[in-house]
T-cell receptor, first 113, second 112 residues
Framework: GNSVTQMEGPVTLSEEAFLTINCTYT??????LFWYVQYPGEGLQLLLK?????DKGSNKGFEATYRKETTSFHLEKGSVQVSDSAVYFC????????????FGAGTRLFVKA | NAGVTQTPKFQVLKTGQSMTLQCAQDMNHNSMYWYRQDPGMGLRLIYYSASEGTTDKGEVPNGYNVSRLNKREFSLRLESAAPSQTSVYFCASTDGRGYGYTFGSGTRLTVV
């Protein structure tokens, strides 16, 4: 079955550091890939998405490229801010069940001033 | 604001009690989902409704039932709560085009 594996946290960075959170997936067919972000006490929010191979999703300075050859969708940001402290979830969905989605375990990011 | 509304936000139940978690969306989305979030385990799908009038089991359906009341509303019922059901429950919806979910703010449930 489909699955998502992402790097364990927590990840602690200083402000303005470069961020990478690794995500790999296993899926049959051609899934869509997503990154969601969860701030304390809130629900998840869609951060970015990519629907086919070689697509790059981007939003708020975050980027991720759909790499079918390495089955990866790593999240990157060139310069993190304290306000980026949150939990980040990698996810995939296919066309079954109205696009039901499988989530990774989440990676907590702490950014220090 | 448009979105997904969940009620209640917090609930404490005694073992064996029942309750219904409510979810409503005002975005005319076709598909709705219930997930539970536990530490270190990400989100696990409990039940989903791909379209109005249909419901299906997800990864962890035991101990739960659902009702898709209409296109807007999708409720989750615990008939006899157990401590293992202590979790944060999220409802989500999507328009079915594969562009991602909109989540509610969650219900934090504690079963004692």
């Amino acid at each position: 079955g489909n699955s998502v594996t992402q790097m364990e946290g927590p990840v602690t960075l200083s402000e303005e550091a470069f961020l990478t959170i690794n995500c790999t997936y296993t899926a049959t067919g051609y899934p869509s890939l997503f990154w969601y972000v969860q701030y304390p006490g809130e629900g998840l929010q869609l951060l970015l998405k990519a629907t086919k191979a070689d697509d790059k999703g981007s939003n708020k300075g975050f980027e991720a490229t759909y790499r079918k050859e390495t089955t990866s969708f790593h999240l990157e940001k060139g310069s993190v801010q304290v306000s980026d402290s949150a939990v980040y979830f990698c996810a995939l969905s296919d066309r079954t069940g109205g696009f039901k989605t499988i989530f990774g375990a989440g990676t907590r990011l702490f950014v220090k001033a | 604001n448009a979105g997904v509304t969940q009620t209640p936000k917090f609930q404490v139940l005694k073992t064996g009690q029942s309750m219904t978690l409510q979810c409503a969306q005002d975005m005319n989305h076709n598909s709705m989902y219930w997930y539970r979030q536990d530490p270190g385990m990400g989100l696990r799908l409990i039940y989903y409704s791909a379209s109005e009038g249909t419901t299906d089991k997800g990864e962890v359906p035991n101990g739960y039932n659902v009702s898709r009341l209409n296109k807007r509303e999708f409720s989750l019922r615990l008939e006899s709560a157990a401590p293992s059901q202590t979790s944060v429950y999220f409802c989500a919806s999507t328009d079915g085009r594969g562009y991602g979910y909109t989540f509610g703010s969650g219900t934090r449930l504690t079963v004692v």
